[in-house]
C-alpha cells in the first residue's frame, strides 16, 4: 500500500506519443516528491520529474523487473541519469517520472538528465542538499501516517495523545550504516543527523525521548519513517513539521488526532 501511495505515479490518459519531440524538463520542474518543491531535493530521496514527452510508454517498478533485490534503472526504455549515475526509477510516464537521487552522491550541484530510447533531454543543474525534509499525505493536508500495529491513521481512525505513531517522508539524508541505492533491503538505518532532528507538533518540539526512530524504512528504497510518541497534551489535527539540518518540512501538514 504504501509502496503504491508514496512512490508511484498515476497512468496518464490521453496522452499521445510523439516520437520526433525530445523529452522536456527543467531544473525548477525536479522536485522533492513529497515538498513538490525543488529546494529540498537530498541523497537518496525520492524525487519526481515533471515535463513533456519524457517517455513514449508508462512503467512502473514491479516484481518483474526487481533484480537481485535492486530496483530497475531503466524503464519503458527511459533512465535518468544524476551527477553520471543511473538513478533508480519508480515511475516513468509522458509527463511524470518518480526516481531515487542516487544515495552515494554528495551534496553540491549536480548535472542531471534523462534519456528516451537513445534521445537525450537536456542537461540541467539541481541543487543537492544534504537534507529536504518532507512528509507525504494519503490526503490534502493530512499526513501519510500509520498506528504502532500499521493501520492507517484518518479522520475515521485518528491517532491519540501520547500514542505512538508512524510518520512516512523523504529527504532525511545520510544513514548509518548506509544504504546501497536502489537496493530493496529489510535492515533498518537510522539517520546520521538524529541528533538535530526536530519534530515539531502544533508548534511545539517533541523531547528526543520520544523519538524512538527517524532512518529508512524496510523494503522501500528512499522512503524514510519517523517512530515517535506523540505529547500528552496537543490540539486536535495538530501541525506536525520536521526540522533537521537548517531545513524544515512545509507548513499546513496535519495529522488526524483526537
Do not use: C
Not at 538528465?113 to 507525504?136: A, K, N, Q
Not at 538505518?189 to 523531547?207: D, E, F, K, P, Y
Amino acid at each position: 500500500m504504501l509502496l503504491a501511495a508514496l512512490a508511484f505515479g498515476r497512468p496518464l490518459r490521453g496522452e499521445s506519443s510523439q516520437r520526433s519531440t525530445a523529452p522536456s524538463y527543467s531544473s525548477a520542474s525536479i522536485v522533492n516528491s513529497a515538498t513538490n518543491t525543488a529546494d529540498a531535493l537530498a541523497p537518496n530521496a525520492i524525487a519526481t520529474i515533471y515535463g513533456t514527452n519524457l517517455s513514449y510508454d508508462t512503467g512502473a517498478v514491479s516484481d518483474g523487473n526487481i533484480v537481485n533485490r535492486m530496483m530497475p534503472v531503466m524503464l519503458a526504455g527511459v533512465r535518468v541519469f544524476v551527477a553520471g549515475i543511473a538513478a533508480p526509477l519508480y515511475y516513468v510516464s509522458p509527463k511524470q517520472i518518480n526516481f531515487v537521487i542516487p544515495s552515494s552522491i554528495y551534496p553540491g550541484e549536480m548535472d542531471l538528465f534523462l534519456s528516451r530510447e537513445g534521445t537525450g533531454g537536456p542537461h540541467v543543474s539541481i541543487t543537492v542538499r544534504d537534507v529536504g525534509p518532507g512528509l507525504y499525505q494519503w490526503e490534502p493536508g493530512m499526513i501519510a501516517s500509520t498506528h504502532a500495529d500499521g493501520s492507517v491513521i484518518t479522520q475515521h481512525h485518528p491517532a491519540r495523545a501520547g500514542e505512538v505513531v508512524v510518520l512516512y517522508g523523504t529527504g532525511l539524508g545520510r544513514t548509518d550504516p548506509d544504504v546501497v541505492s536502489g537496493q530493496i533491503s529489510m535492515a533498518a538505518a537510522q539517520i546520521v543527523s538524529l541528533s538535530g532532528l526536530r519534530l515539531l507538533v502544533a508548534g511545539t518540539a517533541v523531547q528526543a525521548a520520544s523519538l524512538y526512530y527517524a532512518g529508512v524504512t524496510p523494503g522501500i528504497p528512499g522512503l524514510y519513517q519517523i517512530n515517535v510518541k506523540l505529547p500528552a497534551q496537543m490540539p486536535p489535527d495538530p501541525e506536525i513539521r520536521v526540522s533537521i539540518g537548517g531545513q524544515t518540512s512545509p507548513a499546513a501538514m496535519k495529522l488526524p488526532a483526537r
